[in-house]
């Protein structure tokens, strides 16, 4: 097991006098495609915004790249290569699809291979098409390919997707699939939060079970599709 990019220990972390986290812990490898898995309100979305130091740590470790993180502010934790797209795109609706790929563009994670808006018109070419488009001129499916493409574009080392496919139709949701898959092909370090397991563990290396708060189960694609049991019980499918 190479050294981990991202890694977590005991995290705590809530809203007010309301914990939410209670312990989390667990490890994402460079190239690596980890999901957080559970059903609503168990912590995901929480978790996501400990790591990108939009929710202060109350207790535990988080390691990124050599960094410590906790205590570190948003945008000190986007500069070190942690890029999220977040639920519900956020594109700009002024901005044409091209220069939200150059306006944001970064070198965060010291590859050779760099996301250029090129390499990303190759991953999602309807982007391409677009290109002169405003993001108020695109389809709920391409505003999500643009909110991964202008995420990319900063380069991160880490890339994390909250709910990308919540809200789009079965055949955008597909090519958004096909998309992920062809970003861990090119070695895109990436952590998901989605609802559609089947399609999670097709693509995933690992996964990561919250109940309420703490991880409950953890391993890779064939020992979550082998035991249904946990589907039932934990992620009520
Ligand atoms: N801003 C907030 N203030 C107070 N409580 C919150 C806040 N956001 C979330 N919570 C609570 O924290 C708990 C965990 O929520 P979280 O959003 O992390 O869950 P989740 O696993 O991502 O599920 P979902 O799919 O519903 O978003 C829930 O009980 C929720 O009500």
């Known amino acids: 097991m190479p050294e981990a990019l991202l890694s977590c220990r005991g995290l705590q972390a809530g809203y007010g006098a309301s914990q939410v986290l209670f312990d989390v812990g667990f490890d994402i490898a460079p190239g690596q495609v980890v999901t957080l898995l559970g059903r609503n309100g168990m912590g995901k979305s929480t978790t996501i915004k400990t790591l990108i130091g939009a929710l202060r740590l109350r207790a535990g470790e988080l390691r990124f790249g050599g960094h410590t993180l906790g205590g570190l502010a948003a945008d000190a934790v986007a500069r070190l290569g942690i890029a999220i797209v977040p639920e519900g795109r956020q594109c700009f609706p002024n901005l044409t699809v091209h220069e939200h790929l150059v306006a944001f563009a970064a070198h965060r994670?010291?590859?050779?291979?760099?996301?250029?808006?090129?390499r990303i018109y190759q991953v999602f070419p309807r982007l391409k098409e677009r290109a002169r488009n405003l993001g108020n001129q695109l389809s709920g499916g391409e505003q999500q390919m643009l909110a991964i493409g202008r995420a990319l574009s900063t380069n991160p080392?880490?890339?994390?997707l909250d709910e990308a496919t919540e809200g789009l139709a079965p055949?955008?949701?597909?090519d958004i699939w096909r998309c992920l898959r062809q970003l861990k092909e090119?070695?895109?370090?990436?952590?998901?939060?989605?609802?559609?397991?089947?399609?999670?563990?097709?693509?995933?290396d690992h996964h990561?079970?919250?109940e309420r708060g703490r991880v409950v189960w953890q391993g890779n694609s064939p020992a979550l599709s082998a035991d249904r049991g946990l589907w039932q019980r934990y992620l009520g499918v």
């Open 109 to 118: 994670n010291g590859q050779r291979d760099a996301w250029t808006a090129e």
């Open 186 to 204: 090119a070695g895109q370090t990436t952590l998901v939060v989605d609802k559609y397991i089947d399609r999670l563990v097709a693509l995933a």
């Open 157 to 160: 080392r880490l890339l994390i």
């Open 171 to 174: 055949v955008i949701r597909e």
């Open 208 to 210: 990561v079970i919250l």
